[in-house]
């Protein structure tokens, strides 16, 4: 079954954090440097995505445990994998290869859980995130004209990120965690692209992330705007994750649930991050926050971001049982 016809059928589960999984395995920089990057001058310890390469043994039990947990769709651990963001640790020429590991890993995850329970499918969410240079600001204050990276730049790294995740037998692709939608429209302007080249289309979600209280990205659009800006692309969902906790998201959830025509994601923080930056909220109060979510009819797929484990994914798993699919609007957003 495709994710389409089972996004008909029930509301789906995201895995959670990658970041805060691998923080529990407290990894030194000879984790992240293995025997093949063990020369390298610069510290790597940090750069997560590259343990698909060096510890591929730790990405595979963190997919496993989210898999137990019941999530439906594994992200890859592949949030900075393009050459921009590898660019900051010289490691630009093993993009390809890291994306297509991040993605056979969560795969051969996925299909391990796939024969235990058949009936259960899991799909692969290739992680597409932000990159740490925007098309819309200008890094320097001085000179607001500048920009660091052009529209160009960022569509190949793009596309490059989702040839190897593709080639790695990735199901969907997720550009997330998107600030700057024209970050977002140079991603799926490479991924078009790719799909031209390759004759091979996956679905795509898309997932963004408001600032602050306003509703607004980082680059001052409303959801509205940021709704329209992507329309043109024929999406699987669209949705907001990271942001705040799940009870503060709500109503940006609301709004986009009333405007979009597609099938609406959510996957929040585990509260707000507390004086040492740390995410308190334990899996039963986060799931009663989404709870809320399901009673009003405002999503269709649900995961959890920074702070999140798999005990709030099994909560989660556990409550949207009890729940229908969000009915699917077919209204316009221009």
């Given at each position: 079954?495709?994710?389409?016809?089972?996004?008909?059928?029930?509301?789906?589960?995201?895995?959670?954090?990658?970041?805060?999984?691998?923080?529990?395995?407290?990894?030194?920089?000879?984790?992240?440097?293995?025997?093949?990057?063990?020369?390298?001058?610069?510290?790597?310890?940090?750069?997560?995505?590259?343990?698909?390469?060096?510890?591929?043994?730790?990405?595979?039990?963190?997919?496993?445990?989210?898999?137990?947990?019941?999530?439906?769709?594994?992200?890859?651990?592949?949030?900075?994998?393009?050459?921009?963001?590898?660019?900051?640790?010289?490691?630009?020429?093993?993009?390809?290869?890291?994306?297509?590991?991040?993605?056979?890993?969560?795969?051969?995850?996925?299909?391990?859980?796939?024969?235990?329970?058949?009936?259960?499918?899991?799909?692969?969410?290739?992680?597409?995130?932000?990159?740490?240079?925007?098309?819309?600001?200008?890094?320097?204050?001085?000179?607001?004209?500048?920009?660091?990276?052009?529209?160009?730049?960022?569509?190949?790294?793009?596309?490059?990120?989702?040839?190897?995740?593709?080639?790695?037998?990735?199901?969907?692709?997720?550009?997330?965690?998107i600030f700057d939608t024209l970050n977002a429209k140079a991603a799926l302007f490479g991924v078009m692209e790719l799909y031209e080249e390759t004759g091979k289309e996956l679905p795509i979600m898309i997932s963004g992330t408001i600032t602050d209280a306003s509703g607004r990205t980082l680059s001052g659009q409303t959801l509205e705007a940021f709704l329209i800006s992507l329309s043109h692309v024929p999406l699987l969902s669209i949705g907001l994750n990271c942001s705040f906790g799940a009870k503060d998201l709500k109503p940006y959830l609301q709004n986009m649930a009333q405007k979009s025509p597609l099938y609406i994601s959510a996957y929040p923080n585990a509260g707000l991050p507390n004086e040492f930056g740390e995410y308190d909220q334990g899996a039963e109060a986060m799931g009663e926050e989404v709870r809320a979510y399901l009673d009003e009819n405002l999503i269709n797929i649900i995961g959890g971001c920074c702070g999140t484990g798999p005990d709030h994914i099994r909560r989660m798993t556990e409550i949207v049982k009890d729940y229908k699919p969000r009915f699917v609007n077919q209204v316009s957003v221009a």
């Open positions: 079954m495709n994710i389409q016809k089972l996004l008909e059928q029930r509301v789906l589960v995201l895995d959670g954090a990658m970041g805060t999984m691998i923080q529990r395995y407290n990894l030194t920089e000879d984790d992240f440097r293995g025997d093949r990057f063990i020369n390298s001058g610069i510290d790597l310890k940090g750069n997560n995505d590259l343990l698909c390469l060096t510890r591929p043994d730790v990405i595979g039990e963190i997919h496993e445990q989210y898999l137990e947990a019941g999530a439906d769709i594994l992200e890859t651990n592949t949030f900075s994998g393009t050459t921009i963001a590898q660019a900051d640790y010289e490691l630009e020429d093993v993009v390809y290869e890291l994306n297509l590991e991040a993605a056979r890993i969560a795969k051969q995850a996925a299909v391990k859980y796939n024969q235990k329970t058949p009936d259960k499918p899991r799909f692969v969410a290739g992680a597409m995130g932000p990159t740490n240079k925007t098309a819309s600001l200008s890094p320097d204050v001085s000179r607001p004209e500048y920009r660091a990276i052009t529209f160009d730049q960022l569509a190949e790294a793009y596309k490059l990120q989702a040839k190897g995740l593709m080639d790695g037998g990735a199901d969907v692709l997720l550009i997330e965690t």
